[in-house]
């Protein structure tokens, strides 16, 4: 069994910067691929970013490219995702996936979720 574990949320100014952090409870990272998915109260779940069992390939949302990075530590068996340029549009709660890495940017590929993490960018 995966559980990932969020963490690193909290509350910036626009322009500043974040990082979350993902970890599993129970098996490794280590065979799945990992996406980060947003959702903002009212709106659906989006997709942020996701990367490759091996690290090669990543993935990015048109609203997050040249702004996010999304890393994978193996050895530590995290999933980084590091904001920059936060903008208030950013904010809302971000969850981390683990799947088998088919159809990336959208959530029915993944089966384990985290409980998420709140991201707040204030104006």
């Known amino acids: 069994q995966v559980q990932p574990v969020e963490s690193g949320g909290g509350l910036v100014q626009a322009g500043g910067s974040l990082r979350l952090s993902c970890t599993t409870s129970?098996?490794?990272?280590?065979?799945?691929?990992v996406g980060w998915f947003r959702q903002a109260p009212g709106e659906e779940r989006e997709f942020v970013a996701a990367?490759?069992?091996?690290?090669?390939?990543?993935y990015y949302g048109d609203s997050v490219k040249g702004r996010f990075t999304i890393s994978r530590d193996s050895a530590e068996n995290t999933v980084d995702l590091q904001m920059k340029s936060l903008k208030p549009e950013d904010t809302a709660v971000y969850y981390c996936?683990?799947?088998?890495?088919?159809?990336?940017?959208?959530?029915?590929?993944?089966?384990?979720w985290g409980q998420g993490t709140q991201v707040t960018v204030s104006s």
């Open positions: 990367i490759s069992s091996n690290g090669r390939d990543t």
């Open positions: 996936a683990a799947g088998d890495g088919s159809y990336y940017y959208t959530p029915l590929a993944y089966d384990y």
């Open positions: 129970g098996r490794t990272f280590s065979s799945f691929a």
